[in-house]
């Protein structure tokens, strides 16, 4: 029987406009994870993979250990958030990916991180 850990992941973006240089094709974005463990055993964070879309459709891809320099427990029942960014040359794009990760047998598995958007919020005059 298969019993695939559940694991949520939920994210919120954020436009950065402090950092960010318009004139210059310099759109920053900050997006906060967070990282729930609905299952009845702990899992581990060990990588990460990350397409990123800017507004012209031009796609970049990112991937590494963990996220933020950690590869985190995640107990059954806890989450683990963490805040990470992204610079595009486009007001608005996308990002998508997922989660390599690993349950308390060592079995790996992938937790798909559904696509969410970066864009500049719109002023209603």
Do not use: K
């Not at 996220?67 to 958030?81: A, D, N």
């Not at 794009?93 to 798909?112: A, I, K, L, P, R």
């Amino acid at each position: 029987m298969n019993d695939t850990p559940r694991v949520c992941v939920h994210v919120q973006s954020a436009y950065i406009a402090s950092q960010s240089v318009p004139d210059e094709e310099r759109y920053v974005f900050a997006y906060t994870v967070t990282i729930r463990n609905l299952g009845r055993t702990a899992v581990q964070l060990l990588g990460r993979y990350w397409l990123i879309t800017n507004g012209n459709g031009r796609e970049t891809e990112v991937q590494g250990e963990g996220v933020i320099g950690e590869q985190p427990h995640i107990e059954p029942g806890s989450e683990f958030q963490y805040t990470s960014g992204a610079v595009l040359e486009t007001p608005m794009g996308t990002m998508q990916g997922h989660y390599e990760m690993t349950d308390s047998e060592g079995e790996t598995f992938q937790v798909d991180i559904p696509v969410f958007r970066l864009a500049i919020p719109s002023h209603i005059h």
